[in-house]
């Protein structure tokens, strides 16, 4: 019985070793985020209900989108689509949640189901359904899990960065003003004396969006870089938006072409990541959305409480301590509120010290194949 006791300590201690070792691997965060990306499209690439909705001329198998994006099978579709984040993180580097044909669900807490309750129930880890109901520009009434971890770690105001396509960001992103590096919406990015940044900063104006709230997620990813490559930030959050409002016009070709932009900008950040000393081998990351959408050919254009679809989101993980690559099937149900509670556990902090009603970090499944 002693030898068995002996022998169980041991591999408890040898599991739970490895575990902190992993964790410790991680000197870096970064949440990327891509607003409104329905689980559909992730999971299964372009939705032909939709497509065939859109189709008012010829046949649907004549369409440019049809020819660039469809596949017989749901894997191949979102290849086609986001043949990096599939082909590359998910298949060497990390693993996803969401996909319910396979046994796994993310959900929103909140029920609200759209951008501000959901992008302050990942960074507070908290719904505060009570208090954040709308989309308004009114500041942040709780502490973000980018405050606390430059309090944490005791960073400088530009160790900590958010990079926001929506404006919405500067009031969302933090609870103290100016207490991060926050450049979000239209606004100029002049953090650094170069020539050519100076130049974006100024035709991000000249080349306006359809949008008076969000710019082009070029300029996000573009500022976001400069920032990294200047300042080396350890705490960063990019925050994507084209998904989101080409989605609300109807316009199902752009809201594909984004998805796809959007992976050719995750390939240039992992690049940068991977040839940087500072960040190679030493970063964890989340990609997650802030809603769902509908489900049909008349309610995928919107969400919002009247729309249960819409609670239906997805997470994806990239860390060096973890061994867990692929979807996840049969697994444990995860929700948005755990986002923030993950990212403080790769740097071995406990979020719960910030807000104690928080969400825990997600626990992983042993293996998702």
């Avoid at 329905?38 to 859109?54: A, C, H, M, P």
């Avoid at 009031?171 to 050519?196: K, V």
């Amino acid at each position: 019985m002693n030898r068995k006791l002996c022998l169980l300590t041991v591999l408890f201690l040898s599991l739970f070793l490895s575990a902190t070792i992993a964790q410790n691997k991680t000197e870096n965060v970064i949440l990327i985020t891509f607003d409104g990306a329905r689980t559909q499209e992730v999971f299964g690439g372009i939705d032909l209900d939709i497509l065939k909705s859109k189709t008012t001329r010829g046949k649907v198998e004549d369409t440019a989108l049809y020819k660039k994006y469809w596949a017989p099978t749901p894997e191949e579709r979102r290849m086609k689509m986001m043949p990096f984040f599939w082909g590359t993180l998910m298949k060497d580097y990390g693993s996803i949640a969401g996909n319910r044909a396979l046994g796994s669900s993310v959900m929103t807490t909140n029920k609200m189901w759209f951008s501000y309750p959901g992008y302050s129930e990942i960074l507070t880890g908290q719904a505060h359904d009570d208090v954040i109901n709308s989309n308004d520009r009114k500041r942040n009434p709780y502490t973000s899990v980018l405050e606390f971890l430059q309090r944490k770690l005791k960073l400088s105001k530009t160790q900590v960065a958010l990079f926001g396509s929506w404006d919405v960001f500067n009031w969302i992103g933090e609870h103290q003003e100016g207490a991060i590096t926050i450049n979000a919406g239209h606004e100029p990015y002049d953090l650094i004396n170069d020539s050519e940044i100076r130049a974006f900063s100024k035709l991000q104006n000249e080349k306006l969006s359809p949008w008076d709230s969000v710019r082009f997620d070029y300029f996000t990813v573009k500022f976001a870089l400069a920032h990294m490559k200047k300042y080396q930030p350890r705490v960063v959050h990019i925050a994507l938006g084209e998904t989101d409002d080409w989605a609300h016009g109807g316009e199902y070709a752009h809201v594909l072409n984004s998805f796809s932009i959007n992976d050719q900008q995750i390939k240039q950040i992992w690049e940068f990541l991977q040839n940087s000393p500072k960040y190679k081998n030493k970063t964890s990351i989340i990609f997650t959305t802030d809603h769902g959408r509908g489900n049909t050919i008349t309610d995928w254009t919107g969400h919002g409480e009247k729309i249960p679809e819409a609670q239906n989101i997805w997470m994806a993980f990239v860390s060096p301590g973890l061994n867990l690559r692929g979807e996840w099937k049969n697994a444990e149900p995860i929700y948005q509120n755990q986002a923030a509670a993950t990212l403080c556990r790769w740097l071995n902090l406990d979020y719960s010290e910030n807000n104690a009603q928080a969400g825990k970090p997600v626990t992983f499944p042993v293996n998702s194949k």
